[in-house]
């Protein structure tokens, strides 16, 4: 009999993915990836992103959005992670953009109007940014090239088994939604690597 192993990073990468298998959470992808690739693409929108941050922080450099990749697992988690940390200056533009067309006298909201992330695009983006972070800490250990890191992957599974387990046990008590997918997460994972697991 021929027994299959895993890839871990692959492992990973089929858990995580899960993220992304309810609408809502697709949905507030979605509208993330269009707002990230029309201020990127612009040089217009680039510079209103860079004008939001310097009205907040004139002291730091301003940062640009980051854009996700199919070909690097981790890149949607980078995007989601960089899109929260500019929250604040993505609603500085947004609320500028509104201000300087009520100001031009045009009635018809601006492209980047109509690309504005909601409140409820956020929540499911802080969200995702907590279910998908003990994964991404995992793979950034998994890809170190100055130590020795085939001895970790034992280590690694069993902490990032207990850390989804315990997100699931505090989702059951005060997030339903979160504990479906976190349910189908774990249910991934386990039958990857044995339920329970046993070291």
Excluded at 169 to 174: F, L, S, Y
């Amino acid at each position: 009999m021929i027994h299959h192993h895993y890839c871990v990073d692959h492992v990973l990468h089929l858990t995580a993915s899960k993220c992304y298998s309810t609408d809502t959470y697709v949905d507030a992808v979605k509208a993330l990836k269009a707002l990230v690739t029309f201020v990127n693409s612009s040089p217009q929108g680039s510079d209103k992103l860079s004008d939001a941050q310097k009205r907040l922080n004139p002291d730091l450099r301003p940062l640009k959005l980051m854009t996700d990749m199919k070909t690097y697992w981790w890149s949607t988690h980078e995007m989601i992670h960089r899109a929260l940390k500019l929250r604040p200056a993505l609603e500085t533009l947004f609320h500028l953009e509104v201000v300087a067309r009520q100001q031009s006298g045009k009635t018809v909201p601006s492209k980047l109007e109509l690309l504005q992330l909601t409140n409820e695009h956020f929540r499911s983006l802080e969200y995702l940014e907590v279910f998908l972070s003990p994964f991404r800490e995992a793979q950034c250990a998994l890809e170190g090239d100055k130590y020795v890191n085939i001895s970790l992957v034992v280590l690694i599974v069993k902490k990032l088994y207990q850390a989804i387990t315990a997100m699931l046990a505090d989702a059951e008590v005060n997030n339903p939604e979160m504990y479906d997918l976190l349910s189908a997460m774990v249910d991934v994972f386990s039958d990857c690597w044995g339920d329970p697991i046993i070291y």
